[in-house]
T-cell receptor, first 108, second 114 residues
Framework: LAKTTQPISMDSYEGQEVNITCSHN???????ITWYQQFPSQGPRFIIQ???TKVTNEVASLFIPADRKSSTLSLPRVSLSDTAVYYC?????????FGQGTTLQVKP | DTEVTQTPKHLVMGMTNKKSLKCEQH?????MYWYKQKAKKPPELMFV???????INESVPSRFSPECPNSSLLNLHLHALQPEDSALYLC?????????????FGSGTRLTVV
């Protein structure tokens, strides 16, 4: 399983775009990159998954460079309710192994 | 129904007690999971069930005993726990073919061992 490295914490303000980068230097050819969000006292929630280039859904975008050794989760125009822990996971099976995650604090 | 329901939401038990945590889903998912999460730490995988059979045990102590009676239910039986086992226990389910997406987590059971 590929190890991931993320910033421990980030601060932002309401209305700003937030980019959280994840490093996964030893990603395997058949690995996918998946991001989950977790609020306090709740289970994680799936945000987005990608394999290469760019993926966008109604919540976020995921940018993956050609070498796939890193990825960036982009949250457009964050609000206070986006304050949460964001986890980057890399793998190709249903066995989710969580790294330390990034705690995003959105301020008014 | 797109939820994973866990009961109870809170549980306090003594070190000599036997208790069970329950998890239920009706999404037709054939993979179910137990995770343990300590405060300010990421969830740690404990067990994986695939098609009602235990496929992964992440070296969990035997005082934790999982059970999958059918495709919709997952239990975690607890016996002779230690105070350090106090944590949030999360259940999740996913399609059997998942590559990390499609997981649905419950809100967890907050367990306190006294």
């Amino acid at each position: 399983l590929a190890k991931t490295t993320q910033p421990i914490s980030m601060d932002s303000y309401e209305g700003q775009e937030v980019n959280i980068t994840c490093s996964h230097n030893n990603i395997a050819t058949n690995d996918y990159i998946t991001w989950y969000q977790q609020f306090p006292s709740q289970g994680p929630r799936f945000i987005i998954q990608g394999y290469k280039t760019k993926v966008t859904n109604e919540v976020a975008s995921l940018f993956i460079p050609a070498d796939r050794k890193s990825s960036t989760l982009s949250l457009p125009r964050v609000s206070l309710s986006d304050t949460a822990v964001y986890y980057c996971l890399v793998g190709n099976t249903g066995k989710l192994i969580f790294g330390q995650g990034t705690t995003l604090q959105v301020k008014p | 129904d797109t939820e994973v329901t866990q009961t109870p939401k809170h549980l306090v038990m003594g070190m000599t007690n036997k208790k069970s945590l329950k998890c239920e889903q009706h999404m037709g998912h054939r993979a179910m999971y137990w995770y343990k999460q300590k405060a300010k730490k990421p969830p740690e995988l404990m067990f994986v069930y695939s098609y009602e059979k235990l496929s992964i045990n992440e070296s969990v102590p035997s005082r934790f005993s999982p059970e999958c009676p059918n495709s919709s239910l997952l239990n975690l039986h607890l016996h002779a726990l230690q105070p350090e086992d106090s944590a949030l226990y999360l259940c999740a389910s996913s399609p059997a073919w998942s590559r990390g997406d499609g997981y649905t987590f419950g809100s967890g059971t907050r367990l306190t061992v006294v």
